[in-house]
Nanobody, 117 residues
Framework: QVQVVESGGGLVQPGGSLRLSCTTN????????MGWYRQAPGKQRELVAD???????NYADSVNGRFTIARDNAKKTVYLQMNSLKPEDTAAYYC???????????WGQGTQVTVSS
């Protein structure tokens, strides 16, 4: 089966930086749209950023200019570089692999990011 595993979460101070990683075992990773979502307690899960197979990126307005998404197809990994972190960024961050061909989504179990002084 397709497995999605996130890592890199932790506790950081406001204004700090953190890099999240997401790795899959899919042989067709390069064909997936990869995305990062987040969910804070009491809130709905929201899209943070995604990157298509051709490298086109999309960002939520709340993180645009602070976060950067990138992918390394050779390593079957997608990254989320988070800079200038704010307490409002505190959430569980989830990696999503989307197959447009099958219209199917594969989710990781999440990694916690806490921004606090």
């Amino acid at each position: 089966q397709v497995q999605v595993v996130e890592s890199g979460g932790g506790l950081v101070q406001p204004g700090g930086s953190l890099r999240l990683s997401c790795t899959t075992n899919s042989v067709i990773f390069s064909r997936y749209v990869m995305g990062w979502y987040r969910q804070a307690p009491g809130k709905q899960r929201e899209l943070v950023a995604d990157i298509a197979s051709d490298g086109i990126t999309n960002y939520a307005d709340s993180v645009n200019g602070r976060f950067t998404i990138a992918r390394d197809n050779a390593k079957k990994t997608v990254y989320l570089q988070m800079n200038s972190l704010k307490p409002e960024d505190t959430a569980a961050y989830y990696c999503n692999a989307h197959s447009e061909f099958l219209d199917r989504d594969y989710w990781g179990q999440g990694t916690q990011v806490t921004v606090s002084s």
